[in-house]
């Protein structure tokens, strides 16, 4: 109780903010009941309407307006503090969208720091709109801006369960900020969404205004705080839109690149490329997409990471074509960022990096389709792609078939195939079967299962997974369990340690004490614990991580954590580059402390401290970020991550600097410099980006790659000019 009464609040204050937060709960299903069946129609115009943000057309006067948002954070169920209206209309080609976000300190209140596409949200004053446009409570999309014009969109399923921010959609906007607040317009083309074919339309909508000086976020149709705008199930509906059609929806879009590149030999080498992208929507609910001599120059470097530990490092896909409807082809736990335990996921079945990428280096792309959409009551995503061959490689096939079937209310059930098969003949295969069941408001259930087929393997080829998960206001409580056979061998997914039977459970407290401490918006305890044996049942791994977290009203955060670990190596442990850690059971803790300031700030930083053993050893470890913004125009952070390991065979430390700088020209043009050292490989490498994005989906780059041992002498770099171009029909 010590640390409960450091902080202000003893035994007491805790009985008291438990009833306040018994009653807060009951006040949560009050709220939803008294807006439940919320509408708002969209008014068919004849006038053209102009996109600057001006909301000066007289139809705007004719639509009805949303009002009364209502508080998700800080004190959900009361109104926001303040007004926002919203304005809906349509014609043949777009559905418009206008806001005034009202603020009662004027220019002064608004707060801008980034205007990039697909800007960060949680950081700026922000207006979201969100279109389930089956009406299914499951799917959808979100465009979201702030008062420069930004653009954000995204696609999501299962109410947010898998989020795809790297959707990037036709459509416009405009922002302007005035003497009381900022008001906004969008138009979103029909032919951008996917919908019925029916002659009126009655979509799921809702709206989000963030206001960042206050941390505050409000919804139309309520929204509790454990849940995104995506909570679709709670959104209201759209009325009132009537004999509008998609269109043809083909966009071809071809490309044209140039690379000079320059190697540690000095040679130099020159191959322009050509190659096209098109997309067609089959009917108003299916899409074809095809892609010869796909090229992804312009993608942005993974971030370096040096690992300490005995397993493969898991990097995320960042290739434009992988991303667009990535959450369709999301399978078991994973889509809702389970199984990993905050440590990465254990278990990816499908993982689109295994194509076009082999130890590291780029393989070339011949082409490959995919088709996503759905059917009915049913989900439906087929990818094919085909490499070419590269050194030993020979040329390879990868096929993906991804079916989820709709069952309840906002549950689903699904099956997965994966097949890679190469130019010799071998061929490798997974296929697997999931269900997503989601009972009350609160309480998920998920469970997977997993077979693979790889020549000359008769058995142990399986997995199974499972997780439940109640996830509300206060409560977060995640149980689940993992078993991996021997054999098991996902040639195109990523599995951390097969062999295993993994029992893991979390549970998090984050009361609220109000008024009590109005500084702190929430704390509490978490635990989390792990118990890892191999398919005998012999302990491998158990970790037991302890912590109490606070998060303050500016959206910082503050956490002590103590974690107590056992690892048992049955073989050598290669720490680093020929020293190595002998067979045996290991005991030792780790304790860490961690502080995050608010990122809307001119400077912001975090820093991390951890001190403890580390098998037969000690290790300290630190790392701390900076970040400065002066202006939405520019940023520039930089992390620097630092690790000092003392063991029996040998002491060593290693370094790890990560800094970024971005400049904003307006919301078309961008310029982004990342530059990385990493003492374990002991090189810098710099990747620096200039986009012009001079119409939606076309774009130019320009890219400059470089690779330097850290006395200085380059090992390779690279000039890539790249240009897009989109035609729409």
Sequence with gaps: MGMFRAAGVGLAGWIAISGFLVAQDLDVQAVLEANRDKSIGAYRVE??????????????????????????????????????EVRLLYDDENLYVGAFCFDSEGRKGVLVNDIRRDFNTRDSDVFEIVLDTFDDDRNGFVFG?????????????????????????????????????????????????????????????????????KNED????????????????????????????????????????????????????????????VKYGLNSQLTLDLTINTDFSQVEADEERINLTRFSLFFPEKREFFLENSSIFEFGPGRRGGGGGGRGPDLVPFFSRRIGISDGELVPILGGARLTGRIGNYTLGLLTMQADETGEVPSTNFTVLRVRRDIFRRSDVGALFVNKRDADGYQNRTIGFDTNFKFFEYLDVFGAVLQTDTPGVDQGESAVQAQVEWDDDVFRIRAGYLTIDDEFNPEVGFVRRVGIKKTTGS?????????????????????????????????ETRQLDGGFE????????????????FERLDEPFEVRDDQFIAPGDYRFNEFSAFYSSDRSRLFSGNLRFSTGGFYDGDRDSYRVGMQLQPSYRFNAGMTWSHDKIDLPSGDFSTDLVTSRVAYSFNTKMFLNALIQYNSASGEITSNVRYNFNYKPLSDFFLVYNERRSSSGEVLDRALIAKLTYVFSF
């Design 47 to 84: 006038e053209k309407i102009v996109i600057d943000g001006q909301l000066d057309e007289n139809s705007w006067e004719m639509a009805v307006p949303a009002g009364d948002f209502i508080q998700s954070e800080p004190e959900f169920g009361k109104p926001a503090t303040e007004l926002t």
């Design 218 to 277: 409000s919804f139309w149709s309520p929204i509790p705080r454990a849940f995104r705008i995506t909570r679709v199930s709670l959104a209201g509906s759209l009325t009132g839109i009537q004999g509008v059609r998609q269109g043809r929806n083909l966009y071809v879009k071809p490309y044209l690149v140039a690379p000079i590149t320059r190697f540690e030999e000095d040679d130099v080498d020159f191959r322009p490329e050509a190659g096209l992208d």
């Design 145 to 213: 801006t702030n008062p420069e014009g930004a653009r954000f969109d995204g696609q999501f399923g299962s109410e947010g369960g898998s989020f795809n921010r790297d959707w990037d959609a036709i459509w416009y906007t405009r922002a302007r900020i005035t003497e009381r607040g900022w008001q906004l317009e969008m138009a979103i083309p029909f032919k951008t969404l996917r919908f019925q074919k029916a002659e009126a339309q009655v979509w799921g909508v809702n709206f989000l205004r963030r206001i960042r000086r």
């Design 507 to 539: 549970f998090e407290w984050s009361p609220r004490p109000g008024e009590r401490i109005p500084s702190i918006r929430s704390l509490g305890p978490s635990i989390r614990a792990d118990y890892i044996t191999n398919q005998e049942g012999e302990l």
């Design 550 to 565: 606070v998060e303050f009203q500016d959206s910082g955060f503050l956490r002590f954590s103590q974690e107590y670990n």
